[in-house]
């Protein structure tokens, strides 16, 4: 007998090492597992939904006489999933009810109409009309372009989202008592238009 290592022997150790590497890959493969889907997961976008809850209109006396005020209220809502930031636009045009010789103009009928009730919610905006006159005017308030860093510059600006329970806005006009006989049958069409958006910037 050599000391030297036989061929068998070489080979008989080859084998020992496969045998091993078989079993090392049978045990990974006997692992547990297990998965489950969680299925349902929506992203929309929320939505900004602005409406009346009754009326959308005033509801302005169109037989004013001078000296004498006319209020009323429109009540806004807010039906969407996201709250917003309200403006106010105001706008007026000539509406007579009856020609007269002097046929006063529709601007000449709003700087003698004086806001004296101007209301969201329990907030008295008048404070937010900017003029030189010693109480302010329809068209001091039609006139009244606010936010200079806002996209769309509007009247009345900031206010809070007016909830899905609603905010009454209210206005009351008077019609100077210093106005002649020339203003009879004069009048103006008010427009007021109300804009909710995601951002006081727009």
Not at 83 to 88: A, H, I, N, R, T
């Amino acid at each position: 007998m050599t000391d030297g290592v036989t061929r068998r022997q070489v080979l008989g150790g080859l084998v020992t090492v496969g045998a091993g590497s078989a079993a090392t890959g049978a045990g990974t493969m006997a692992y547990f597992s297990d998965s489950e889907n969680s299925t349902g997961n929506r992203i929309s976008a929320g939505t900004l939904n602005l409406g009346f809850a009754e009326s959308a209109s005033f509801s302005f006396s169109t037989a004013l006489a001078p000296g004498t005020e006319i209020t009323d209220t429109v009540r806004l809502v807010s039906a969407g999933t996201i709250s917003g930031s309200l403006d106010v636009d105001f706008d007026y045009v000539e509406s007579d009810s009856a020609q007269n010789d002097a046929d006063e103009s529709a601007s000449a009928v709003a700087e003698n109409l004086t806001v004296v009730t101007l209301t969201y919610g329990e907030t008295d905006l008048t404070d937010q009309i900017t003029t030189d006159n010693p109480s302010p005017t329809l068209a001091d308030l039609a006139d009244n372009a606010h936010g200079s860093d806002e996209t769309t510059q509007n009247d009345l600006v900031d206010l809070d989202d007016p909830g899905n329970s609603g905010t009454k806005f209210t206005i009351g006009l008077e019609l100077a008592k210093s106005v002649g006989n020339s203003f009879q049958g004069d009048g103006v069409e008010i427009t007021a238009t109300f804009h909710l958006n995601q951002h006081d910037s727009q």
